[in-house]
């Protein structure tokens, strides 16, 4: 894992109980970059949201990494996404596609209490992120 994913999440790990972990996820949310409302455009939607989640898959050719931002209408899946985003950006394609994001979610505790439509979120997010890396390594 990245050390800023360990960073973001040590928070989350100590914390016993559901309601300090969402807690704690909703304060991440809140670290997230706002994205400019000039980018919150339509193609920028990740499908399979029930929230609105705006996001862009970048390739630093330097750094051989993707970048991703991203931006939500909520603010628990804001602070999913910024958990996300800290799990994938700086990794190099190849990475990308091994990380699995389930799992680390599932480390933390966080998926038996995700909604279903939650779930699903987080899933298209995380497709979408390895689609992109997935087209770098061709």
């Known amino acids: 894992m990245t050390n800023t994913f360990n960073q973001v999440t040590d928070s989350i790990k100590n914390a016993s109980t559901w309601q300090q972990k969402y807690r704690e996820i909703m304060l ?5 970059p706002l994205l400019p409302d000039e980018l919150k ?8 949201c029930e929230s609105k989640v705006w996001m ?3 390739f630093d050719l330097t750094e051989n990494a993707l970048v991703v931002i991203g931006d939500s209408d909520t603010r628990i899946v804001k602070g999913l996404l910024a958990l996300i985003l800290a799990l994938y950006n700086g990794l190099t394609p190849e990475q990308v596609i091994k990380v699995d994001a389930y799992e ?3 480390k933390l505790g966080l998926i038996s209490h995700l909604s279903p439509s939650r779930g699903n979120g987080v899933k298209a997010i995380v497709e979408k992120i390895k689609i992109m890396a997935q087209q770098k390594t061709l």
Request: charged residues 30%; proline residues 5%; without cysteine.
């Open 104 to 106: 680390e979610f599932e």
């Open 41 to 48: 455009i339509d193609d920028a939607l990740v499908p399979g």
């Open 56 to 58: 862009f898959v970048e």
């Open 28 to 32: 991440l949310g809140k670290t997230l």
